[in-house]
């Protein structure tokens, strides 16, 4: 007598073509499992899910318009299912596992490495389908509303990302500095967004020049910039640059406005917004400059996780920028120009 095998309808959600292929075809070749369909992104996912009724959801973090977590968190509110998250930000006991279980997931998978291949990863994800697909999952119990912060407080940066952000506010003497930092960065560095006091009609020829003398790539950053490993965005002049995020990309919207600490752009501006969208992902660094610019926003950031780094007196033209960061708090530490870049990509990399 034949025993059926019961059958276990997957979904994949990965922004990847390769990764979803080479799952669908791994997972296709496991007894009593069928892959039904795959998704590029939340948005296309959440309409498969209505029309192919997955049993299990296979979901990568890192993806356009929606990251996976806040994904997994509107699934447990609104369709609980089976979710194992299947990420390279998720290897056991990392922070983004750890948020990923609390929001719901079912197990958290890591993609693979060094010493673990692609076999050994369908292997134990098919394993995984196997054991959880039958179990129940009910929604996430509602946890009673906190006070709601106003939007300059709030965060909404994701808990981790293998896309670093690394933001740079100068003034007096910054041109100089910023010369100094900038050649120092590798060309694979993470992408770099820059406010330097400097009026409109400057800022353009400053980041060709810079251009022309770093391994990274410079420009004067437009509306809509994507953040970029190996490229520095630099505000233009007369306007504020602000981070944004969608989904885990990363990118700026350039925007008039009222000067913030006297200053348009404002270093203020560009930190907070980083403190904001980045938070732990991002390490800011507060360079020479007159005023107080950009001080509060550097305490913002560090609150938020981020690394932040001073630079020291002995090598400021002006002590004015991180001497005010320093004493409100927002400082980690205190670095001479010169360790500033190492420092930058040290914190990335940690």
Do not use: W
């Amino acid at each position: 007598m034949t025993v059926a095998v019961q059958l276990h309808k997957v979904l994949i959600v990965d922004d990847s073509a390769i990764v979803r292929q080479i799952l669908s075809k791994e997972l296709n070749s496991q007894p009593g499992i069928e892959v039904i369909g795959t998704a590029p992104d939340p948005y296309i996912a959440r309409d498969k899910i209505v029309n192919l009724a997955p049993d299990v959801l296979i979901l990568d973090v890192e993806m356009p318009r929606m990251d996976g977590i806040t994904f997994l968190k509107k699934i447990m509110e609104h369709r609980p299912m089976p979710v194992i998250i299947f990420s390279s930000l998720t290897p056991k006991g990392s922070r983004t596992a750890i948020e990923a279980l609390a929001a719901g997931a079912v197990e958290v998978v890591a993609k693979p490495g060094q010493s673990y291949s692609v076999g050994d990863a369908c292997k134990t994800l098919a394993g995984i389908i196997h054991s959880i697909s039958s179990k129940a999952v009910r929604p996430m119990p509602q946890r009673t509303a906190s006070p709601i912060k106003s939007d300059s407080a709030a965060s909404c940066h994701m808990v981790e990302t293998t896309q670093k952000i690394l933001a740079i506010g100068a003034s007096t003497g910054g041109v100089q500095a910023l010369t100094c930092v900038l050649t120092a960065l590798p060309a694979t560095s993470p992408g770099v967004v820059v406010v330097q006091h400097m009026p409109a009609q400057f800022t353009k020829s400053f980041a060709d020049r810079l251009n022309s003398e770093c391994a990274v790539r410079v420009r004067e950053a437009q509306d809509g910039d994507r953040i970029l490993p190996g490229q520095v965005l630099i505000a233009p002049g007369g306007y504020h640059m602000v981070l944004q995020r969608s989904g885990a990309m990363y990118y700026v919207n350039i925007k008039d406005g009222p000067a913030v600490c006297h200053q348009r752009p404002s270093v203020e501006v560009l930190f907070n917004s980083v403190a904001k969208i980045a938070g732990p992902n991002a390490v800011g660094a507060i360079l020479t400059g007159m005023g107080n610019d950009g001080a509060l926003g550097m305490l913002a950031m560090r609150q938020n996780g981020a690394h932040t780094i001073a630079q020291d007196e002995e090598t400021c033209v002006v002590f004015g920028m991180p001497k005010e960061a320093i004493a409100k708090g927002g400082a980690e530490v205190i670095m001479p120009l010169d360790k500033i870049a190492e420092g930058l990509l040290k914190y990335a990399r940690e």
